[in-house]
């Protein structure tokens, strides 16, 4: 029996499916524009974090808001990029049950390129709040210790550690019946992670079952590497940590993702 040919608009080089990519990417960020409310809370949100533990919590832990705010910001910058990446997997779980997928489905594009498009888009916005959050900072009174290429790398090692967590947030939503459950299940997963770190105190203040945890939490690790490169305080093995994490995530949650996306159209 004669074999069927495979239509030659199926057949994808590598470049049509990185421009793929970068279209719906786009089409998450236009996204924005029908929706102010959102833009506002990716923005609104951090700042207020900072206001809160400052200027309500500063005094009482490190006798200053100004001590604290040197001490903190760097840890929120980093929990920061875990709030706002794990949402990512209610954004996809709504458009899978709205039929967007549906119709990309239809069209001929690469099989990747709605999550990692979708991974692209979020990593901008994401971006965009860590500049704002540290600007802010800067503007109360937070001081950096160190030069624009370490502020730099301090900044694009929150990104690729959200990469690693986006990929974590989209297997979810992949899986979970509705966008509710996904909000449920990352608050769960994502409070013990942030606040059981050092992004707020220094784990030497906490109990030893307690603080066995933080040392090891992906996210004290983040929080080091990030307070060094902004500060100057000791980095140690924290940056090699969280670039291993991050690498890690990718490796382990992104063929995973891929697989239940590919089941799920």
Same mark, same amino acid.
């Given at each position: 029996?004669?074999s069927?040919a495979?239509?030659?608009?199926?057949?994808?080089?590598?470049?049509?499916a990185?421009?793929?990519?970068?279209?719906?990417?786009?089409?998450?960020?236009?996204?924005?524009?029908?929706?102010?409310?959102?833009?506002?809370?990716f923005?609104?949100?951090p700042?207020?974090?900072?206001?809160?533990?400052?200027?309500?919590?500063?005094?009482a832990?490190?006798g200053t808001? #100004?001590?604290?705010l040197q001490?903190? +910001?760097? *840890? !929120?910058i %980093?929990?920061s990029?875990?709030?706002?990446?794990m949402a990512? $997997?209610?954004g996809?779980?709504?458009?899978?049950?709205?039929?967007?997928?549906d119709?990309?489905r239809?069209?001929?594009?690469?099989?990747?390129?709605p999550?990692?498009g979708?991974?692209?888009?979020?990593l901008?916005r994401?971006?965009a709040s860590?500049?704002?959050?540290?600007a802010?900072?800067?503007?109360?009174?937070?001081?950096?210790h160190?030069?624009?290429?370490?502020?730099?790398?301090?900044?694009?090692?929150?990104?690729a550690?959200?990469? #690693?967590?986006?990929w974590?947030s989209? +297997?979810? *939503? !992949?899986? %979970?019946?509705?966008a509710?459950?996904?909000q449920l299940?990352? $608050?769960v997963?994502?409070?013990?992670?942030?606040?059981?770190s050092?992004?707020?105190?220094?784990?030497?203040?906490?109990?030893?079952w307690l603080?066995?945890?933080?040392?090891?939490?992906p996210?004290?690790h983040?929080?080091?590497?990030?307070?060094?490169?902004?500060?100057?305080?000791?980095?140690?093995?924290s940056?090699?940590?969280?670039?291993?994490?991050?690498?890690?995530?990718?490796?382990?949650?992104?063929p995973?993702?891929?697989?239940?996306?590919?089941r799920?159209?």
């Amino acid at each position: 029996m004669a074999s069927v040919a495979v239509p030659a608009a199926h057949r994808l080089g590598p470049w049509t499916a990185v421009q793929h990519c970068f279209t719906l990417a786009w089409r998450n960020l236009v996204q924005l524009k029908s929706n102010p409310g959102e833009l506002a809370g990716f923005i609104i949100q951090p700042l207020v974090f900072i206001v809160l533990f400052v200027y309500v919590f500063g005094g009482a832990i490190a006798g200053t808001s #100004g001590s604290y705010l040197q001490y903190v +910001l760097p *840890g !929120l910058i %980093a929990q920061s990029g875990v709030f706002s990446i794990m949402a990512t $997997g209610a954004g996809l779980n709504q458009d899978i049950t709205n039929g967007v997928f549906d119709r990309l489905r239809s069209l001929p594009i690469a099989r990747s390129a709605p999550l990692v498009g979708r991974t692209m888009g979020e990593l901008v916005r994401f971006a965009a709040s860590l500049v704002i959050l540290l600007a802010f900072g800067m503007l109360i009174g937070f001081r950096v210790h160190t030069n624009p290429l370490e502020v730099a790398a301090g900044l694009l090692l929150v990104l690729a550690f959200g990469v #690693g967590l986006a990929w974590v947030s989209m +297997l979810i *939503g !992949l899986l %979970a019946k509705s966008a509710t459950t996904v909000q449920l299940f990352s $608050g769960v997963l994502m409070f013990p992670i942030t606040f059981g770190s050092n992004v707020m105190v220094p784990t030497s203040t906490m109990p030893g079952w307690l603080q066995a945890w933080a040392d090891v939490n992906p996210v004290s690790h983040l929080s080091t590497a990030v307070r060094g490169l902004l500060t100057g305080t000791p980095l140690g093995s924290s940056v090699w940590w969280s670039l291993g994490w991050s690498v890690l995530l990718t490796a382990v949650f992104a063929p995973l993702a891929i697989a239940a996306y590919r089941r799920k159209v």
